[in-house]
């Protein structure tokens, strides 16, 4: 079983930077994708970034140039730098990660945090 809490979310301005994280705990062989969903009111929950174990990064097109995914393998963390945010990025942000053993994988999910961007 893995355990994913974030952090980092909050209240901010527009233009405003934030930084998430989300550390995995728990039983298993190794963790391998992560990545960042959000969820806007109303709306379907959506990839944001993604990151192999290896360092290959994914983005949105709405948020290249402005977000940057990251990883401490050693410590099971993925970061999400988000710079110069605009009040469309606000929404509940979702860890999820890949793990288990190589002969099973599961993917698992953290419990959200709040972003808000004010204009």
């Known amino acids: 079983q893995v355990q994913l809490v974030e952090s980092g979310g909050g209240l901010v301005q527009a233009g405003g930077s934030l930084r998430l994280s989300c550390a995995a705990s728990?039983?298993?062989?190794?963790?391998?994708?992560m990545s960042w969903y959000r969820q806007a009111p109303e709306k379907q929950r959506e990839l944001v970034a993604a990151i192999t174990r290896g360092g290959i990064t994914n983005y949105a097109d709405s948020v290249k140039g402005r977000f940057t995914i990251s990883r401490d393998n050693a410590k099971n963390t993925v970061y999400l730098q988000m710079n110069s945010l605009k009040p469309e990025d606000t929404g509940v942000y979702y860890c999820?990660?890949?793990?288990?053993?190589?002969?099973?994988?599961?993917?698992?999910w953290g419990q959200g945090t709040q972003v808000t961007v004010s204009s």
């Open positions: 999820k990660a890949d793990a288990g053993s190589p002969w099973s994988r599961t993917d698992y």
């Open positions: 728990g039983s298993f062989f190794n963790i391998g994708a």
